[in-house]
Nanobody
Framework: QVQLVESGGGLVQPGGSLRLSCAAS????????MGWYRQAPGKQRELVVS???????NYADSVKGRFTVARDNAKNTVTLQMNSLKPEDTAVYYC???????????????WGQGTQVTVSS
C-alpha cells in the first residue's frame, strides 16, 4: 500500500517561509517521479513543481525563485522549501508520486492527503 504523508503546512504571514515534507512508503522511491501540487478554493489543482527520479525539476512560473524542491532517496522524502510567500500561495498542497510498487508493475499516480498552507496577515 502506497502512502504519501505530508507535513509542515500552517499559517504564515506574507513574506514568510514554510517547509513542507512528504514521506513516501510502499513505492520504489528512487525511481519514482515526485511532485507538489496545490489547489486553492474554487480553482483546479495545479502543478507547483515536479522532480524526476534523476533530479530534474520543473517549476511553475508563479513560484520560480521562491520555492525549492529537494528529494532524499535514502530517506524516501521530498521537501518543498517555500520562501517569500504570498497570499496567492494559499492552498492545500498535495504530494504526488508517479511510480511503481515493484519492478514489473506499471507506473501509477499516487496522492497524499494534502496539507493546508495559509498566507495571511
Amino acid at each position: 500500500q502506497v502512502q504519501l504523508v505530508e507535513s509542515g503546512g500552517g499559517l504564515v504571514q506574507p513574506g514568510g517561509s514554510l517547509r513542507l515534507s512528504c514521506a513516501a512508503s510502499g513505492i520504489i522511491f528512487s525511481i519514482a517521479d515526485m511532485g507538489w501540487y496545490r489547489q486553492a478554493p474554487g480553482k483546479q489543482r495545479e502543478l507547483v513543481v515536479s522532480i524526476t527520479s534523476v533530479g530534474s525539476t520543473n517549476y511553475a512560473d508563479s513560484v520560480k525563485g521562491r520555492f525549492t524542491v529537494a528529494r532524499d532517496n535514502a530517506k524516501n522524502t521530498v521537501t518543498l522549501q517555500m520562501n517569500s510567500l504570498k497570499p496567492e500561495d494559499t492552498a492545500v498542497y498535495y504530494c504526488n508520486a508517479f511510480g511503481r510498487t515493484s519492478l514489473g508493475k506499471p507506473r501509477q499516480n499516487y496522492w497524499g492527503q494534502g496539507t493546508q498552507v495559509t498566507v495571511s496577515s
